[in-house]
């Protein structure tokens, strides 16, 4: 059965930091990605990569947040630097399995960004 927990989540004022952690099991995951959902958006991908490492970022996330993962822990870790007020959202993880087009998710933790 294929799970995926994320933790890291909490409130943080503007200019700080949190570093989100997703731990997936139950298969071998070939992408891997964060979303997020802000009240009254849409999910949103921030960042992506593949199983070599590959990576991708919305524009918003450029610069200030790095996307990486520890393929012998199927982990993939979310480092937020520079948070501003528009980052406060859901942020949940994803990723395939190996051999198939289908994303799993995480339940979602929600990252606050105010003073």
């Known amino acids: 059965q294929v799970q995926l927990v994320e933790s890291g989540g909490g409130l943080v004022q503007p200019g700080g930091s949190l570093l989100l952690s997703c731990v997936a099991s139950?298969?071998?995951?070939?992408?891997m990605a964060w979303y997020r959902e802000a009240p009254g958006k849409q999910r949103e991908m921030v960042a992506s990569?593949?199983?070599?490492?590959?990576?991708e970022y919305a524009d918003s996330a450029k610069g200030r947040f790095t996307i990486s993962r520890d393929n012998s822990k199927n982990t993939e870790y979310l480092q937020m630097n520079s948070l501003r007020p528009e980052d406060t959202a859901v942020y949940y993880c994803?990723?395939?399995?190996?051999?198939?087009?289908?994303?799993?998710w995480g339940q979602g933790t929600q990252v606050t960004v105010s003073s």
């Open positions: 994803a990723a395939q399995v190996i051999g198939s087009v289908t994303w799993y």
């Open positions: 139950g298969s071998f995951f070939t992408n």
């Open positions: 990569i593949t199983v070599i490492g590959t990576t």
